[in-house]
């Protein structure tokens, strides 16, 4: 039997999902990317150490959404860029149109978090970073689910 430290992650996996729900659904898929030193993408668009990218066929080019990285080909101020977006960097993949996706933790060190949140991104922006996230008892905030 595999253990839980030698299985490989399920983000990737959850991120080609989404995108193809996206996708299938007539919605724009976005992604939110915490900005380092191992991700390529256009620094004057980075603000607070974070960049949303458009990661739709109609704003991309060459576009794999591989197990390690995202990688695709795209205009930024009419000039083109190439991006590589290490997995473990995306803290989100949502639609625009409505906020519906999954928000991914991210650790400052780049360490393997094991532990995922489904979430309506537009609801969680007014949720505490610093608190744990109770089960919802109003119908305004959703209860998170946990992913191992």
């Given at each position: 039997?595999?253990?839980?430290?030698?299985l490989?992650?399920?983000r990737?996996?959850?991120?080609?999902?989404?995108?193809?729900?996206?996708?299938?659904?007539?919605?724009?898929?976005?992604?939110?990317v915490?900005?380092?030193?191992?991700?390529?993408?256009?620094r004057?668009?980075?603000?607070?150490?974070?960049?949303?990218?458009?990661?739709?066929?109609?704003a991309?080019s060459?576009?794999?959404?591989?197990?390690?990285?995202?990688?695709?080909?795209?205009?930024?101020?009419?000039?083109?860029?190439?991006?590589?977006?290490?997995?473990?960097?995306v803290?989100?993949?949502?639609?625009?149109?409505?906020?519906?996706?999954m928000?991914?933790?991210?650790?400052?060190?780049?360490?393997?978090?094991?532990?995922?949140?489904?979430?309506?991104?537009n609801?969680?922006?007014?949720?505490?970073?610093?608190?744990?996230?109770?089960?919802?008892?109003?119908?305004?905030?959703?209860?998170?689910?946990?992913?191992?």
């Open positions: 039997m595999i253990s839980a430290t030698e490989p992650s399920t990737p996996y959850l991120i080609r999902a989404l995108y193809e729900w996206c996708s299938e659904n007539g919605f724009t898929p976005y992604v939110a915490k900005v380092d030193a191992s991700v390529q993408v256009p004057e668009y980075v603000q607070g150490g974070e960049i949303v990218l458009n990661v739709s066929m109609d991309t060459s576009l794999k959404l591989g197990n390690d990285f995202i990688e695709f080909k795209a205009r930024f101020g009419g000039k083109p860029r190439d991006i590589m977006v290490p997995i473990h960097r803290m989100a993949i949502y639609a625009r149109e409505n906020g519906q996706g928000a991914f933790p991210i650790t400052e060190d780049g360490a393997p978090v094991t532990t995922l949140s489904a979430v309506n991104l609801e969680a922006q007014s949720m505490p970073d610093d608190e744990p996230t109770p089960p919802s008892t109003s119908p305004s905030r959703p209860a998170l689910k946990r992913i191992k």
